[in-house]
């Protein structure tokens, strides 16, 4: 058990029942997303996979389950004034899109480093752009001074119980679709996600796995499991930049009492496996993506003969900067 | 009426029951592929496009589905020698994974100029390959020295009645997955898939226009369909390199007695839009797929408000060749 779990009533974390509701109430914006199979990697894993497609989730990534759970949990005052965070990736555009369809404001802080693409994918969803410098300090002061002009509400990327209960409805919807899992493996950054994941498994399929998996050059989340001590990082170095984030009281929460395992592999696995993703089964996912499927390559004794699902958690990439291409 | 249709018997011609039985006959062996849509691409393109995704087919594309119909109509006795083509493209691995499927061998004609990825994916499923000249002579004459040995039976990539029946399978699936589209377009190379389009529209849904989708750089489906004449044209140069090969008399019939109209598009036409389709739906696709999204692009007034079936025809391709990557 958590040392951390003092720092949060734990009465106050949510169970599926809480889960349900998330689903209820976002239900109308975002996707149930398909589930698809491959033989060739069934062929090369000697596992069965079953992949979860976020990638083809609104805004094309998970984080607007949590986004939209969010913001359509905030009663009718609060919501007036807003919502804000600070993320340079999928959960600033995924709360703007929330914002958007609840038809209130939404302002992204974002280092001033960020490539234009990222801020026009926000803007695009009507989110307004605070820039900062690029550092946790200056994104967390950014925030503040937002929230204290404009009153907005904080939605914190993972960190947040009402963003976990939101992306717990992935998990939720994979064992629905298919039976009987052995396993599910989703990757590791901040936690959010994995936090979920293990709400929806010890509720609804408690015999299946859930296995976190991360790149060895943000691997904070697997020494911080195999220490049982929360190691935090800034900004460290993978091409799965959906991954840089450390966990987080919340997270390290679920992570430490429900995780089964983590694995972690290196940046050549990583561009391996997304490399085989786009080739086999034809669809565009983020480094970030690729990360489970490296983790079951690697460890094909662990895996061999077993139902696993894994997450596809997003799709959206730069198609200009491709990591086998700079890397070669 | 084409001048050249008595070069064949017209009652021979594959009618909607041939291409029913293609459908039983392959259906182990191929999937029903899923119809996805982009509420963005929607919009950008101001109309209701439904894109059959023909890249997650068996081999990663179409080309399976004539090929497996080949390959099953075959007698006990033909099928003993097994079957033959020259394509250094999709039908070749089509015609190998059939051949595999029904435990006869497949040699396949390339020119020795092929990229080695090309002949590993045709060794993958078994296929032996013969490797030539690059042209057209080349390629015929070492076609008929394998005939000659080993009474092996020529499936030709298009311009095959079975083939035809085969490929209609595919518009057979969109029509009855999506009521009431007003129009289908198909990208045109050597005219294969928009014959068996052709077929399936004019039983099943004879209001629904099919257009053709053609690179501006090998336009010659175009100039005889404006002119009402055959043009054919060995190896032009385009990026939709599944598009290369010219019409033949079977597909020419079909294209001058059926087909609604081709339009054709520009080389960075073809590119934007298949950036698009990895953007927005998130799926790999050939250069090819996306000459029908540019076409409509490209034609606003005439796809506005329409409900619009795109055939996303493939998504083999070399993620090291990427055409926005050695274009700018």
Redesign the interface.
Known sequence: MSSLEDDFNAASLPGIDDVQQARERIRAYVHHT?V?TSGQLDTISGARLFFKCE??QKV?AFKVRGACNAVFSLNKRTATNGVTTHSSGNHGLALSYAAKCRGINCTVVMPSTAPDVKKAAVTQYNGSIVECAPSTAAREAAADLVISHTGAELVHPYNDLRVIAGQATCAVELLEDVNDLDAIVAPIGGGGLISGTCIARNALAPNTAVYAAEPEQADDAYRSFKSGKLVTEDAPNTIADGLKMPLRDKTWYFVSNYVNDIFIVSEQDIMNAM?LI??RL????EASCAVPLAVILKNPEKFKGQRVGVILTG?NVD??K?P??TK?
């Open positions: 398909s698809i990638n083809f094309g490399m786009w080739q034809k669809v565009v996912v799709g198609l200009h491709l086998w291409l070669t």
